[in-house]
């Protein structure tokens, strides 16, 4: 196989220069467009015209060139024909997913997601007659097993959010192809670390509110697939991100725009100080959890089909096994040490934590939590960069001392 470089993949791409000849795009807010020539306009709706078929622009829920800059810049990093940025990363699922289904039909779905994709799959979408069935993320014979004639998509995140168990991408791309159905990944835990589209999966989502981004001040997502799945969302009469109409903000667009250029080295800085905090932990005997220490299940399978150069990523878990000393950790790091700040979302310069039963997975059933491994003293930490590593170390050290966990 290839080896595929997102950085690399990402530069190659024709690059956009603002009015003037300005290094940064400029920023097109315009809803509306103007022609010169009348006929022109029946002919973009048409689709004999558009962005790349002669740059015409018609009305930015359509297509915005500022957006379209970004959907060309994500398509390139993940290595896909297309994208289209949304104005959300549920978004993004939520209407790749009722692209693809309709009443009657169901999914199989890992069991650790995000809480809100969770929510989605388990209580929204049945009312619309669309089921799911969950399975362990690292049991392939569940996800065929779980696999019936109304099946139409396999459902995963690269690293579950927040368990870290690692979803087998080509095993599970073999699954789809046999049964010919559609596998849609959620790579925004490892942006640059995995490329989902490389190792099988048709269609990729990202929330851009968390790594790519980076800043923590806007949301959005983006849904990466081939040409013919991106013009069926687009399309006039039928497609979910043109009707359901969650448009991006063109200044979000720029802002992420002007972020892509260090998501590599913010990336590798991420896992590396992750990967330096979560050995420093295990060393103390601290009950963590990284998939870039060799005693994480899944190491040498995410080592696989990782990219080189990026490491293993951001997030960590510690199971503090109740919700009491979870909560006097986070308080203890953030309020004494200085470590991070107490919050969900992810991909930030600083240290974010939160116990995740009781926030962003609150959605996943208590019982169903315990089953797949959520305990109710369980913290992600995604962890930034921000501060000196070594500071970091002894601030956690002394934290995990205090509330007695080592
Ligand atoms: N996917 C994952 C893995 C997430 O963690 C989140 C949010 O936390 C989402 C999707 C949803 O993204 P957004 O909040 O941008 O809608």
Redesign the pocket.
């Known amino acids: 196989m290839t080896v595929f470089d997102p950085e690399h993949a990402l530069w190659n791409v024709r690059r956009e220069f603002g009015e003037h000849g300005g290094v940064c795009p400029s920023i097109s807010r315009s809803a509306t467009f103007t022609v010169m020539d009348p006929a022109t306009m029946p002919e973009i709706f048409q689709g004999l015209r558009g962005p790349d078929k002669g740059g015409c622009f018609l009305y930015s829920r359509h297509f915005n060139p500022t957006i379209h800059v970004l959907d060309r810049y994500l398509a390139a990093m993940e290595g896909t024909e297309a994208a289209v940025c949304t104005a959300?990363?549920?978004?993004a699922?939520s209407c790749a997913l009722l692209q693809i289904c309709r009443a009657g039909d169901h999914i199989v779905a890992s069991n650790t997601?995000?809480g809100?994709?969770h929510a989605l799959l388990r209580e929204l979408l049945p009312e619309m007659g669309i089921t799911t069935t969950f399975v362990e993320t690292t049991d392939l014979s569940a996800f065929e097993a779980a696999i019936t004639p109304a099946t139409k998509v396999i459902y995963t995140?690269t690293v579950g959010?927040p368990t870290l168990k690692v979803a087998d991408i080509p095993a599970l791309s073999k699954l789809a192809r046999t049964y010919y159905l559609t596998l849609m990944v959620?790579n925004?835990?490892t942006p640059m670390l995995v490329s989902p589209a490389k190792l099988g999966a048709d269609i990729v989502v990202h929330?851009?509110?968390?790594f790519i981004n980076g800043a923590g001040d806007l949301?959005?997502?983006v849904i990466c697939a081939d040409k013919a799945f991106i013009h069926r969302l687009m399309d006039l009469h039928t497609g979910r991100v043109m009707l359901f109409g969650p448009t991006m903000d063109p200044r979000s667009a720029f802002d992420i725009i002007q972020r892509l250029p260090h998501l590599a080295i913010r990336m590798r800085e991420h896992s590396h100080r992750a990967q330096a905090i979560a050995g420093r932990l295990e060393k103390m005997g601290a009950p963590v959890s990284y998939p870039g220490l060799p005693s994480h299940p899944q190491h040498n399978l995410l080592a696989a089909m990782l990219n080189p150069g990026f490491g293993f990523g951001g997030m960590l878990t510690i199971d503090c096994e109740n919700q009491k000393t979870a909560e006097k950790l986070m308080a203890l790091l953030q309020n004494q040490e200085r470590f991070g700040l107490i919050a969900?979302?992810?991909g930030y310069y600083d240290t974010l934590m939160s116990c995740s039963g009781s926030s962003?997975s609150s959605e996943i059933p208590p019982e169903d939590q315990d089953k797949i491994g959520i305990s109710p003293g369980l913290i992600r930490l995604a962890v930034g960069y921000t501060g000196n590593l070594e500071d970091r170390i002894v601030q956690m050290e002394t934290a995990v001392k205090t509330v007695g966990l080592v």
């Open positions: 959300s990363g549920m978004s699922i997601i995000y809100g994709t995140e959010n959620d925004t835990f929330s851009l509110t968390k949301i959005a997502g969900v979302s992810l962003t």
